[in-house]
């Protein structure tokens, strides 16, 4: 018999020995690297949860890479702002304080530095992030706006603000220099002031007349075009009454005309003499002091409130729709206002086709209908008046500027020229819109850059497009919605942010509208009206770069994209505190405690310790030790 000695690679014992070498080595690779296993299979049934967090990291990394491109944008775009901000107010101090010496150019100081700042405020607004404009919307790789020396002066092939404001000063002045208005004495004891053509958009309108002359008659304002007059009837005033005629000028503001009786010697200025033997030589006097007023008001006011609406034609979407002068079907007939009627029957102030009941307009996609009585919403009664209806239409398109009637002539008023439209769904409708001044439908405004429509500017009476032979200030993006809507990120898996901006928002192009006027006007430094024609334009200056209720600020631009920033800051708060638990989550399901693993790897090693001395015994035995 003979015993066979034992096979250690076969034996039990030996699988064990291999078996706790391979957990060494395991565990001494686990012990150097901190990881379970170098291969998923080694890593235990919680590796899904790790895959899944390292997704989830991978897009927290993604998110953190876009914030960080976002703010870089957002602070240069603020950086921008902020720059707009201070030259606002460093050319509004100059507008309210600016002195009237001219230099050789017929420009104060504060005008040549607010030229300057134009220049200054066209390289902020083409500001660029890498290759992307930050003011161009969508549009980023336009430059926002055009070259400063282009927008002023124009090109050789297209007018620049200078030339548009060249000419509405031209249209506004009128050729006898009075601003549109035409002054006769029909008699000797009476004096007559009118507009020279219904429905025109240029000079000095006549809002309003009171007297106390004693004595006198007044007539009007009324007919169409506008006009009033003054009879002293061969009576001359007492000494102190006054005679006050109200203007409305193109931008819209109002300047008044007071002229008083006096016996002093000499006249006093806003006087008129009173020839105490012939009343008819009153009137004479009457009449000089009014054509000297106005002339005066036409050549300093009215210039100053041309310039700024020269700035409105070439900068702003905002534009009109201007009818015919019509009447009422009153006995006689006179010019419609807005008292008159929508229906009615003849003699009354009321229009005629008048509106009937089921009939509907549209406006801007929005329907009025016309009811009998009890008219809500968006309804009217077909006894309402002219002034219901155009506030109806104003609530509609919003317009910053109400809709007005003059002389007849229905003007409406739109911020957005290019979504002007209103029609008639009816047939009586549609003749009722032509009744109200409007021969087309549907009724469109004019779009901008306006331009005075014919030549000799002096004698025109309409405003044009004049797109094609005007040179466009804007060149980024214009389309339909939000600026801030124009760049978009997402910064976490359900949140976006809008940070975009356009160079002709209403803060920035109103400032830009009104640092343009006040740095291009010039007038004559030895003009017997330039010193009132330059006070009159600081004084609208300063009043449009003011901020007014209601408008836009640069300031709520900046709150904007300051809320942007905010809300990717509480992104980024909530992505660090994700990120250390997703961390957590992965070093749980793939990482060996060292401690552990020493642990481990001394349990092991005595273990080892422990095999390799019983295998070296049972090596050496044998037979005679066995037995």
Known sequence: MSISSINYSSSVLGAQIRNINQQLTDLSTQLSTGKLSQNYSGMGTNEGFAIASRAQLSNIDAYTDTI?????????????????????????????????????????????????????????????????????????????????????????????????????????????????????????????????????????????????????????????????????????????????????????????????????????????????????????????????????????????????????????????????????????????????????????????????????????GTTLSFVASGAAGNQLNVTDSIQTLMSKIDQITGTSKPSTVHGGSITINTDDAASLSISGSTPGAVAALGALGFSTLPITATQPPLRVGSSPASSATTLVNGSATTVKWYTGNDGPGSPRSTAVARVDDSITIQYGAQADEDAIRRQLQAVAVFGTFSTSPAGNYSSGQVSALSQRVAQALAPQPGQQRIEDIQTDIAMAQNTMKDATARQTQAKAQLQTMIDQAESAPPDQVASEILSLQNALQASYQTTSKLAQLSLVKFL
């Open 68 to 364: 960080t491109n976002v703010n870089v944008n957002i602070n240069l775009t603020n950086t921008a702002l902020q720059a707009l901000t201070t030259i606002r107010s460093t050319a509004q101090t100059g507008a309210a304080n600016t002195s009237q010496d001219l230099n050789v150019n017929g420009q104060t100081v504060a005008q040549n530095t607010a030229a300057a700042q134009f220049g200054s405020m066209i390289g902020v607004l083409n500001t660029q992030s890498g290759n992307r404009y930050l003011f161009s919307g969508t549009a980023v790789n336009t430059p926002s706006v055009t070259d400063a020396g282009d927008i002023i002066n124009g090109t050789t092939t297209q007018a620049g603000f200078k030339t548009v404001m060249a000419e509405r000063q031209a249209a506004d002045l009128g050729a006898n220099g009075m601003g549109r208005l035409v002054q006769t004495q029909p008699t000797p004891s009476s004096v007559k002031v009118s507009e020279d053509v219904a429905g025109s958009p240029f000079g000095l309108k006549i809002a309003a007349v009171s007297s106390t002359l004693t004595g006198a008659t007044v007539t009007g304002p009324s007919g169409s075009p506008v006009s009033f007059s003054v009879d002293l009837n061969g009576v001359n005033p007492n000494n102190g009454d006054k005679l006050s005629v109200q203007f409305t000028l193109p931008d819209g503001s109002t300047e008044q005309i007071d002229l008083t009786a006096s016996s002093a010697t000499p006249t006093p200025a806003g006087s008129f003499a009173i020839d105490p033997t012939i009343p008819n030589n009153t009137a004479a006097n009457l009449n000089t002091a009014l054509n000297t007023a106005i002339t005066k008001l036409a050549n300093t006011s009215l210039v100053a409130a041309s310039a700024v609406t020269a700035g409105d034609n070439f900068f702003n979407t905002a534009s009109s729709a201007i009818g015919t002068a019509k009447n009422n079907q009153a006995a006689p007939p006179a010019p419609i206002s807005g008292a008159t009627a929508l229906s009615g029957t003849a003699p009354s102030n009321s229009i005629s086709p008048g509106f009937a009941v089921g009939d509907t307009i549209t406006v801007n």
